[in-house]
């Protein structure tokens, strides 16, 4: 039986010459030759001017809400259908989350909502997330709306590395950004993440508090100031094998690893048509998406229906993942979940499945596991 896997990242021989190659040099710890070769072609690939590679997207995203200033009792908008991290870097801050819920068409923050939040809640900041690949809708409404009214954005591109608004890339839109690069993600490092920011003062913050907080530590600095702190601090830089790995990803992205995330992604949605299920998210105007996972929409469906086949594919080799847990579901977060009418974020956890969408699936493969689900889908449930 062949397996059809979710995702892993795509490893070559420049991969292993990189990581030889600090092997060979003995330096493994942050601040290798390689990390800093990944941080700049990561910034120029985003046009974006400074780049910080930490050791996961959640790391990320604590520090990176720590140096724009979020503290204790400060309001953060996050949307509700999100990766857990998004609400836990929020607390990680004793600031409070306001949870928000999201669009139908890309899964990310309905501006409406976010309006409504704002005029209640005040918060300071909000973090924008880009689901599976897919550029949220309503990004220009929120961030004008956003520079308006002088909250700070975070913007969270790890599941969306490539994809772009109106030619503008993502991860470029807020005043900072992160990406998890752990090997799941669009590029892949075993655990890994990435700060960008044109500010040089949140850079700067951003640096010092993965680094331990600890301010003498270049060159220039006599060595008995190396161990002097100025407070809480973190230490959260990205060591130099994985910098190795990094650096490689990065290379061959745009040639060798996007062309296909986004061929799997259209392939999907020609080969699979029918009336039993249709694919969540969408390509809006000129946004492209990256596809970075396939996820699938039962309009009518008992989530117990949900689970046996989620469970029957997994037994035929066919791995598959369920959408994310709503936040708001979440009771041992301290946080706020803004009342609306709509849910969505439950309606999709509970009537929907995301495909295996690694990049090495080739297009008779789809068809297999589209095979797979049909001959499934008339069993279980029509
Ligand atoms: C994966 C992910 C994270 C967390 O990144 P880790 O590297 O797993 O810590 C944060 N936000 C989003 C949107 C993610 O998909």
New binding site residues.
């Given amino acids: 039986m062949k397996n059809y896997i979710l995702n892993k990242p795509i490893i070559g021989k420049i991969e292993k010459t990189y990581v030889n190659d600090v092997l060979n040099k003995g330096w493994l710890s942050s601040g290798g030759s390689h990390t800093k070769i990944f941080e700049d072609k990561f910034a120029k690939f985003l046009k974006i001017k400074f780049a910080l590679a930490v050791q996961?997207?959640?790391?990320a995203?604590h520090v990176a809400l720590k140096a724009i200033g979020i503290s204790s009792g400060d309001k953060v908008i996050v949307p509700n259908y999100?990766?857990v991290?998004?609400i836990s870097s929020v607390t990680q801050c004793n600031a409070i989350p306001i949870i928000v819920e999201v669009e139908r068409e890309t899964l990310g923050l309905d501006y409406e909502l976010v309006k409504k939040a704002i005029k209640i809640h005040s918060p300071k900041a909000l973090q924008l997330?880009h689901?599976y690949g897919f550029p949220a809708r309503d990004t220009e409404k929120i961030i004008s709306l956003c520079r308006k009214k002088k909250i700070l954005i975070l913007e969270?591109g790890?599941?969306s590395l490539g994809a772009s608004i109106s030619k503008k890339m993502i991860g470029t839109f807020g005043d900072i950004s992160i990406f998890?690069?752990?090997s799941e993600?669009m590029i892949g490092v075993g655990?890994?993440?990435m700060i960008l920011t044109n500010n040089k003062n949140f850079f700067l913050k951003v640096k010092l508090l993965a680094s331990r907080n600890a301010p003498f530590r270049s060159k220039k600095d006599s060595y008995w100031k190396k161990y002097f702190t100025l407070g809480e601090g973190y230490n959260y830089l990205m060591p130099h094998l994985l910098g190795a790995v990094g650096r490689a990803q990065i290379e061959k992205f745009e040639r060798e690893i996007l062309p296909k995330k986004i061929a799997i992604g259209k392939n999907y949605r020609m080969i699979m048509k029918n009336n039993f299920f249709s694919f969540l998210q969408k390509e809006i105007g000129e946004n492209k998406s990256v596809y970075w996972l396939n996820c699938i929409y039962f309009k009518k469906i008992q989530f117990n229906k949900l689970v046996s086949i989620g469970e029957e594919l997994m037994k035929n080799g066919v791995e598959v993942r369920s959408g994310f847990w709503p936040l708001n579901k979440m009771k041992n977060f301290k946080s706020i979940y803004l009342k609306n009418k709509k849910n969505i974020s439950n309606d999709i956890f509970n009537k929907s499945l995301v495909l295996p969408s690694n990049s090495n699936l080739k297009k008779s493969d789809l068809r297999n596991i589209y095979r797979i689900l049909i001959k499934i889908l008339k069993k279980k449930v029509f």
């Fill in positions: 996961s997207g959640t790391s995203l999100s990766c991290s998004n997330v689901i969270d790890s599941e998890s690069i752990r993600k655990e890994g993440g």
